[in-house]
């Protein structure tokens, strides 16, 4: 009898700690444009200012993976794994990284010489 009670006690902490837990997000896909919202720094010569638009086109690249490729410039293409309540990746070659909320509304890219906050909306 006290061999099924010390096993009925992992077994049922168990199950409890399976339910607790989160569930994956499925991989976002589709064309957005990431709008500037708040930026610092400069890419090359010019400030980087509100409003100014990227197109990202973005696809699953396997379980909890988002690959992102910039549709406008060719550059910025990174695999974004879900970490939390965010799809995180890099360094890109420029050396930048980028998380994009997990509800892909909001995106964030940190790099050597700025920052940029965006909003997301999806097009495609």
């Known amino acids: 009898m006290n061999t099924i009670r010390t096993l009925a006690v992992p077994v049922a902490c168990g199950a409890a700690l399976w339910l607790a837990c989160p569930a994956s997000a499925a991989p976002l896909s589709g064309t957005y444009t990431a709008t500037v ?22 696809s699953a690249c396997g379980p909890d993976c988002t690959h992102l490729q910039s549709a406008s410039t060719g ?13 995180a990746g890099g360094p890109d070659e420029l050396g930048c990284n980028k998380t994009i909320n997990v509800d892909a509304t909001t995106a964030t890219e940190i790099c050597p010489m ?11």
């Open 114 to 124: 700025w920052t940029i906050n965006y909003t997301l909306a999806k097009t495609g």
């Open 37 to 58: 919202i708040d930026s610092s720094g400069t890419v090359g010569p010019a400030p980087i200012s509100p409003g100014g638009q990227v197109a990202w086109q973005l």
């Open 75 to 87: 550059r910025a293409q990174m695999d974004l794994r879900l970490q939390g309540n965010s799809w």
